[in-house]
RNA sequence: GGCCCCAUAGUCUAGAGGCCUAGGACGCCGGACCCUCAUUCCGGAAACAGCGGUUCGAAUCCGCUUGGGGCUACCA
């Protein structure tokens, strides 16, 4: 039975690197038709902060990204919440403590930190002096009501070998490692047992992370052995990396998963990018569902190398599902960016046609917005660049009075007919067709850029159309056209 | 500094000794189509980090060098 977790400390938002982890996990599960476990990992209450747990649950279920069992729906092995497991690390604590695996350290952080001072100085590596290590029980009754932390009596001989199914076999020297802190003076467990402590009572089969958890591995295991867990199985999936190689930080710009879905990023798109990175299908198509991909997924063809995220293609990707998914869909996921710029789709065309015709010239939902605006507000003003190049000719203001006065009599108003008008009216006027179309979509939508004439106009209507044109004509022939930009 | 991981084009990647004159994708450049833009379609430039081995043969195996990343807390 394949037992998988992720497992984020609630201390922001959900990032890029962890939403491709969980991303990872959530298939490795459901490709073994496995159990997926959300589980927070809050022990550092300083570091806690308000709300993110939520966040970063919204995150994840925006992505499509589910869980079996977790603190909000539960499951067999809870609590999982590690700040409600207190009295099971306790148990196995002082089980450590009593088979003389763990011991008592009483040193202070102003010792500890001079002695890493001194080593530094003298170029050794930071390790603990092990300075309270062959203290008896004796010694401790002695000093009743001291702080102290409890430190693993880690091997001084031998190595421990992580068995990395990404990686291979990784050895550490004991020699490298020293006695880590187990538990905290104030009683609060640390991360490498706690997450040693869990992965063995949540029954996780396969411990899925990033990388930046190889180095801790070792100390897992160790605890797990001095506890006498079997061992999970291990793998380290490759760091997600800024376009400078550097470790993913706020100054990179968007790292959240909150930030691209603001940035009218769909969360299919992102979704399927992230996929990307650090993987690749058996097939040379990147597009895929998450259903495809489940059925794809194996460890096996994971990465060893960090990836860095590429901005470019996640758009790209973006544009493509803008134009592969359900129109509706689409349609509801540009609504919120369209009530942000206060556009008022109720009183224009019917939104779906709209999109049909936009959707495939926009990357992002920000770009789709805006490039369907003009729909339901009329230009208030004209594309510099467009006016030079069409409102400018001579007699055009006049041109504009004739397609309008034509339109006007349009018995009726669809792609064909409007055409034909068009076709028409160019002959009349001795003109070639784009000499009417470039000036009436200036007009129209006061842009040189967008959908075919005849499609928009056929979906804007003819008594928005021709006051539009009326209104464009007006302005030339005044010589009072106003210029955007 | 010590330990660990990694190394195919600008980026994501295929490649598990001969199938590689190294394949795909984004981006870039050029072209076709078109009422503009976008889409789409064609075409192009662009990589096996370096050096030594092993082998009849190496992008693939080994070593060293270089480069990048991670860990090294009473953080996770």
């Not at 430190?151 to 068995?163: D, I, Y």
Request: with cysteine; glycine share 8%; proline share 6%.
């Amino acid at each position: 039975m394949v037992r998988v977790r992720y497992a984020p400390s609630p201390t922001g938002t959900l990032h890029i690197g962890g939403a491709r982890t969980a991303l990872f996990n959530f298939l490795f599960a459901r490709h073994h038709q496995g159990t997926m476990v959300l589980r927070v990992e809050d022990t550092d209450q300083a570091r806690l902060i308000p709300g993110s747990e939520a966040a970063m649950m919204e995150g994840l279920r925006s992505l499509g990204i589910v869980w079996d069992e977790g603190p909000d729906v539960g499951g067999a092995y809870g609590p999982y919440r590690q700040s409600e497991r207190r009295d099971l690390y306790r148990r196995y604590l002082s089980q450590l403590e009593a088979s003389g695996r763990a011991y008592r350290c009483y040193c202070t952080p102003a010792e500890l930190e001079a002695d890493r001072q001194r080593q530094r100085a003298q170029g050794l590596p930071p390790r603990y002096v092990g300075r309270c290590r062959s203290l008896t029980p004796a010694d401790w009754a002695e000093r009743e009501g001291l702080p102290y932390v409890l430190r693993l009596k880690v091997p001084s001989q031998g190595r421990t070998v992580v068995q990395d199914l990404i990686r291979g076999a990784v050895e550490f020297e004991h020699a490298v490692l020293d006695d880590f802190v187990l538990c905290k003076s104030d009683g609060t467990p640390v991360y490498n047992f706690a997450a040693a402590v869990d992965d063995y009572t949540m029954a996780i089969s396969h411990v899925i992370r990033g990388e930046e958890h190889l180095s801790n591995t070792p100390k897992q295991i160790l605890v797990s052995q001095a506890l006498e867990f079997p061992l999970p199985a291990y793998a380290h999936v490759p760091m997600i990396l800024a376009p400078d190689r550097s470790k993913l930080s706020k100054r990179h710009g968007a790292t959240s998963v909150e930030e691209y879905r603001a940035q009218g990023i769909l969360p299919e798109a992102l979704v399927n990018y992230l996929l990307l990175l650090g993987w690749s299908p058996p097939e040379e198509r990147e597009i895929m569902s998450l259903a495809e991909a489940i059925g794809w997924f194996d460890l096996a063809r994971v990465q060893k190398t960090a990836a860095i995220y590429d901005l470019k293609k996640l758009e790209w990707m973006n544009g493509q599902y803008l134009r592969l998914l359900p129109i509706e869909r689409v349609v509801d996921a540009v609504r919120p960016f369209l009530d942000a710029r206060g556009i008022a789709v109720q009183a224009g065309p019917p939104l779906d046609q709209v999109v049909a015709l936009t959707r495939e010239r926009a990357r992002t939902l920000v770009e789709l917005a805006e490039n369907l605006r003009f729909f339901y507000e009329p230009p208030q003003a004209y594309e510099a660049k467009g006016v030079a190049k069409y409102f400018e000719e001579p007699a055009v203001g006049e041109r504009l009075e004739r397609v309008a006065a034509a339109l006007e009599l349009l018995a009726t108003w669809d792609h064909d007919a409007l055409a034909q008008t068009f076709d028409r009216l160019a002959e009349e006027l001795g003109l070639k067709r784009a000499q009417l179309i470039h000036p009436v979509r200036l007009a129209v939508t006061g842009r040189t850029v967008g959908p075919g004439l005849f499609e928009l106009l056929a979906v804007l209507g003819p008594g928005e159309t021709v006051h539009r044109v009326r209104r464009a004509a007006e302005a030339v022939l005044a010589g009072a056209v106003p210029i955007a930009d």
